[in-house]
């Protein structure tokens, strides 16, 4: 009865993904495509969930559900050109889009199905997130400090960069 | 997993709600469109130009400053589930951790571009 509802749940969020994301390249309004887009990021933290990896959809709900789309909204109505209903906002190269992503598709199945997966057989931890948190203040400690520098790179990047064609 | 059970019931009877009630609202109002009715709500006033404008460009910078702060918050977390059975050491940690960050912030306030014109 478990596996089934975990199954039923399974294939409830994938449809979800797929749809949303093939509304997402098929949709006419670009503001739509976003919308749809957050709908599909949302759907992938509800399969998070289902590998029991909560810290990960925790991740994906506020930086890609929170963050990363309102951005991307923001973007598109930064865009001067938003009003203008006579330019088609979908995608005009079809034919090599389906030619790239199937070559995609293709060349990452093959490396799946090469991959020797390494499976670790311990259990799962009991708290991913207190794990992850002793990890990070102990074994993992210079990288973490690296990452607060990435991301002041970032920030200095994005300021420059604004500044530049704001004025 | 278990607990998800519950969050998933939430999220259909959500959804069910807001569906049940754009049902039953269809069931009893009147059917009577007319132009006016979609018209953009301007305070009464008839609307000046289209309701898509192009928004002022500094909103991005506050987005992409809020985006670098976000992904900081996320490191938090597993700090603070962690920090009852780490002590001192991991407390200095995190204050480096923010305090490299907070030149970032304090390099974009002396810049600037938090300030609206």
């Keep these: ?167 | 997993m278990n607990e998800y059970a519950a969050v998933l019931i939430f999220l259909f009877v959500g959804i069910g709600v807001v569906l049940f009630t754009f049902f039953l609202a269809r069931l009893v109002r009147p059917s009577n469109p007319y132009k006016a009715k979609n018209q953009n709500y301007e305070c009464a006033e008839p609307p000046i130009g289209s309701g898509w404008i192009q928004f002022n460009n500094r909103f991005y910078i506050f987005a992409l400053i809020f985006v670098v702060f976000d992904v900081e918050a996320i490191f938090l977390f597993p700090w603070a589930v962690a920090f009852g059975q780490l002590g001192l050491y991991a407390l200095i940690e995190m204050i480096i951790f923010i305090v490299i960050l907070l030149f970032g912030l304090f390099y974009a306030w002396k810049k600037g571009v938090l300030k609206w014109v």
């Design chain 1, 1 to 167: 009865m478990e596996v089934e509802v975990s199954q039923l749940v399974f294939y409830l969020l994938s449809f979800v993904i797929i749809i949303s994301a093939i509304y997402v390249v098929t949709l006419r309004n670009i503001f739509h495509s976003a919308l749809f887009l957050i709908l599909t990021l949302f759907a992938v933290a509800g399969i998070y969930i289902m590998l029991n990896a909560e810290f990960l959809a925790a991740v994906q709900v506020l930086i890609y559900v929170g963050a990363i789309s309102i951005l991307i909204i923001f973007a598109i109505m930064l865009t001067s050109q938003l009003a203008n209903k006579q330019i088609r906002q979908s995608n005009e190269q079809v034919m090599i889009g389906i030619f790239i992503c199937s070559g995609f598709l293709l060349a990452s199945l093959g490396s799946i199905a090469n991959t020797v997966w390494r499976i670790v057989e311990k259990p799962l931890p009991e708290n991913n997130t207190l794990t992850m948190g002793k990890l990070l203040m102990n074994e993992f400690v210079l990288p973490f400090e690296i990452v607060s520098i990435v991301l002041l790179a970032a920030l200095i990047g994005a300021v420059v960069l604004a500044r530049k064609e704001g004025a």
